[in-house]
């Protein structure tokens, strides 16, 4: 791969396995190499974010709208609230030959797989899904029943984790963002 070569970067793995913690600390290292593609969402922002730098916030009929426009590469449905990812932002850094990150869920990243098959797929797997829900607790941010319900959801991604390019399991953070600069700058994984 040549510097001039644009690509689409797709990032998956359940919700609360460290996809966004790899994702930050490969941006800190090899920003100016990178650009991170920022989705669309209709869930209500976290305390710390920020419209325009987490997702660009929207009400569920903005979202539709856009979503009738075909302004998406793909969108999903995850726990009650859409997310997408605007189509004309990531095509154009592409094209201008930027490597684009995309961090997805599951359902993206497989119409992704679809409607742009020159993605490089790279699924982030948990230790167990003891450690997830672990994870998923220490944020403080969710109830117990939306806990519940994304470690449901983390059993069937899991089994998902084949379909992709690479499977990197974070159980130390340090060895999978070797691994994650690995299957990015050279385009393979060791897993």
Not at 70 to 89: C, H, I, K, Q, V
């Amino acid at each position: 791969m040549t510097e001039q070569q644009g690509r689409l970067i797709v990032v998956s793995g359940p919700s609360g396995v460290g996809k966004g913690t790899l994702l930050q600390k490969l941006c800190d290292r090899h920003g100016s190499r990178l650009r991170m593609s920022v989705s669309a969402t209709t869930r209500s922002p976290r305390p710390h974010e920020v419209h325009g730098r987490e997702y660009w916030f929207c009400t569920r009929a903005e979202f539709e709208q856009r979503r009738e426009l075909g302004d998406f590469l793909e969108w999903a449905e995850y726990a009650g609230n859409f997310y997408g990812t605007p189509r004309s932002t990531v095509l154009d850094w592409i094209g201008r030959g930027e490597q684009v990150l995309l961090e997805i869920e599951l359902q993206g990243a497989r119409q992704v797989a679809q409607t742009y098959p020159a993605a490089y797929r790279i699924f982030i797997a948990p230790p167990s899904l003891g450690v997830l829900e672990q994870r998923l607790r220490q944020r403080l941010t969710e109830s117990e029943a939306a806990i519940a319900q994304r470690v449901a959801i983390a059993r069937e991604e899991l089994s998902a984790a084949a379909e992709f390019d690479c499977v990197i399991v974070n159980d130390d953070l340090e060895r999978a963002l070797g691994e994650l600069e690995r299957a990015v700058f050279e385009s393979g994984c060791l897993c």
